[in-house]
């Protein structure tokens, strides 16, 4: 219902067709309820299709089994229409928990979004590059006490890489609970400029 109604307010203001809807995990009702992922995307999908066809995204988050049904795969998920990049960094890739493997994955997520942002750069791409990722890059209440942004550095360090060849990249995450640690930056929507 959050989300029609957000479709309500935009349609009032002459939105009534976007070019795709970019989810970022968490896709059940309750934490306690990971089993109903699939249906939380399928609900999603029939409300968000009448304003952008098909063209969603869906990025697993810490409460979504990896093999739910409509999950985006890790890496390159650019749409055919070519209107702007989309790399997906999955909640297998970069956990919301830190343990010895963590490093590893993200440094292995880090590697294939370098390699994916050298290809657009080399290509001359202007349009908005999304990344998604569940996980915030920067520290908030969960992430200090979870350690879920300790390796965010790895995926810095090549963001404003490729930001300093010119390219236009937009880090979009949903796994916040910063209970006010991050206010000064703008809590729940966090924008840190270059550099």
């Not at 995990?25 to 066809?53: C, H, M, Q, W």
């Not at 010895?100 to 590697?111: H, I, K, P, Q, V």
Request: charge should be negative.
């Amino acid at each position: 219902s959050r989300v029609e109604n957000l479709l309500e307010i935009l349609s009032l203001h002459g939105l009534t067709r976007a070019d795709g809807a970019l989810l970022v995990g968490d896709y059940t009702p309750s934490a306690r309820e990971s089993n109903t992922s699939s249906e939380g995307i399928a609900a999603l999908k029939e409300v968000f299709r009448p304003v952008v066809g098909e063209n969603m995204i869906f990025t697993q988050g810490n409460h979504d089994p990896a093999d739910t049904a409509g999950l985006a795969k890790d890496g390159n998920n650019d749409p055919v229409s070519g209107k702007y990049g989309v790399f997906v960094i999955n909640e297998d890739q970069r956990m919301e928990y830190n343990d010895d493997s963590c490093y590893e994955d993200t440094l292995e997520a880090a590697n294939a979004l370098k390699a994916y942002l050298d290809d657009k750069a080399a290509k001359g791409f202007k349009k908005p590059i999304f990344v998604l990722n569940h996980i915030g890059l920067h520290w908030g209440n969960r992430t200090i006490k979870q350690g879920a942004a300790f390796h965010g550095y790895l995926l810095m360090d090549v963001l404003n890489e490729a930001g300093a060849k010119g390219l236009n990249i937009i880090y979009l995450y949903g796994h916040n609970h910063s209970g006010g640690y991050d206010d000064a930056m703008g809590g729940g929507a966090v924008y840190l400029k270059k550099g």
